[in-house]
């Protein structure tokens, strides 16, 4: 049986206990994995069949989590973690030994957990998977991160799911942890190498254009 096999099953054969939304949202329990440097992680896969979900082309979500939390310089508490987006039925391709495809195509991220609700709760999970990991929300903020003064600043960090006042969880942005992940030196030495990256493509592109225009005078010139 496929790993997404049992999502299938209880999607064509729902009880009727279940909530649509129930039925539109499944995870696979969290696991946990240790990698080829015998370092331990937990896993978290979503498959969702939300329509803001399906419009940004994938169904599923993939958290991988360091456990071990960093402390900032404040002492504020973030988790290292890896998300990607895919689509359940996608093909997965080997190479060298290595799985190729949307599944291990990961985002770097910050984010606050609590470790707790993120293994057992699945009222928690359904906010993180689906609004806090929204594909199209990390890249927006990962993109902040690239620029030297954004509205909002946050490196890499996106995060985190709390209860609002009505008792339902939501997602939320501490913007002093925002800006103090922006500040560290290993995102301001990403800002620099994107600068780089960016001058370094125009200068081909500059390039290039000035060698066609050789070509063309060299041509009108004959």
């Known amino acids: 049986m496929g790993l997404f ?33 015998q370092k331990n992680y937990y896993q978290l896969d979503y498959y969702s069949l939300s329509p803001e979900i399906k419009r940004q082309m994938y169904d599923s979500t993939r958290l991988i989590v360091d456990p071990n939390p960093e402390f900032l310089p404040s002492g504020h508490k973030v988790y290292n973690a890896k ?13 060298d030994g290595e799985d190729i495809g949307r599944k291990s195509d990961m985002e770097n991220i910050r984010l606050e957990l609590d470790m707790d609700k993120f293994i057992n709760d699945r009222e928690y999970q ?23 003064n954004p509205d ?24 002093g942890i925002g800006e103090e992940v922006h500040a560290l030196p290993e995102q301001v030495n990403r800002r620099q190498r994107y600068k780089e990256k960016l001058e370094k493509d125009k200068q081909t592109r500059n390039a290039e254009r000035e060698r066609m225009i050789k070509k063309l005078q060299d041509e009108m010139e004959k």
């Open 152 to 175: 909002h600043q946050c490196g890499n960090y996106i995060g985190y799911v709390d209860r609002n006042e009505n008792g339902n969880y939501i997602k939320k942005f501490d913007l």
């Open 5 to 37: 096999d049992k999502f299938k099953k209880k999607k064509e054969e729902p009880t009727p206990m279940q909530s649509q939304e129930e039925k539109d949202n499944m995870a696979i329990p969290v696991m946990q994995y240790m990698d080829k440097n």
């Open 83 to 95: 998300v990607s987006w895919y689509g359940i039925y996608d093909c997965e391709y080997i190479v």
């Open 126 to 148: 359904d906010v993180l998977m689906t609004k806090l990991l929204s594909r199209n929300r990390v890249m927006r903020y990962k993109e902040q991160g690239l620029q030297d």
